[in-house]
């Protein structure tokens, strides 16, 4: 299946669906990008940990943050937050802010994401997306507000798009593969962008990119969800080897599908069933 085959096919699964799909693909052998939206600014949810893991990586190069500076887990952030595992440790434990980010990946921990986002101020993530080529991602929050409904305005969250989500991704691998332009626009040596791709592959959240892929492919990734929809972007590899790098968003999922099953479930569905219609078309 060629690139022309493998994009109707990919328009035609995103049709009909009961929301709107979002997605921008680039075919690693290529380098051909295949497009739904993917320049159309949506929110990023929990994606935006890439960006955030990225930029406090270039402040740790730049010796604004320090990787082995102790992070405590305090009694007073654990009320509230729903994403990760921190929530429920015991007061009082301690770890190294590499693996604050660690969590803030794999786990999409949010107690982690805000330690590592406390010590920069939120325009310079937004600031370090532009100068890295992300134009049209704005970071906003350091945690996620609450209570926001289903019809929320962008400007209450971070947002992104797909095709800059791609555009990370492809420099992340470019850098951990000792591209010097990469590591140059990034602002992270090969080392850490080497750490940053394997902490991407050790994502416990695999429902939707990774979901309908054979049993223990290699995928970097990250999802994401909010009120508006789901969300994912990861780079998928074959014999070790990169295959494809996908972002999806979806957005206005209902709740409840007309068939009962949670709008949930649909939107993972949706974006699985893309992400292995790339795989069947490359692999």
Known sequence: MNASQLNARLQALSENRGFDIYWHVRLAASGEELTRGGDIIMPSASVRKISVMMAALNAAAEGRLDLDQTVVIRKEQQPGILSGVCQYMTPGLTFPMRDAILQMIITSDNICTYEVMKDLEIPEFTAYCHRIGMENTTHRTRLPPVGLSPAHALEHVTTTTACDQVLLLQLILAGANGDAAATERLGVDAANCAMALRFLTWQ????????????????????????????????????????????????????????????????????????????DALG
């Open 204 to 279: 416990r959240f695999r429902s939707m990119i990774p979901g309908h892929l054979p049993t223990m492919t290699t995928v970097a990734n990250k999802t994401g969800w909010g009120e508006r929809g789901w969300m994912d972007a990861a780079i998928v590899f074959k014999d070790d080897a990169p295959l494809y790098i996908m972002s999806v968003t979806t957005d206005q999922v209902p709740k409840v599908m007309p068939n009962g099953l949670p709008g949930r479930v649909a939107s993972t569905v949706a974006i699985a069933e893309l992400s292995r219609a790339c795989w």
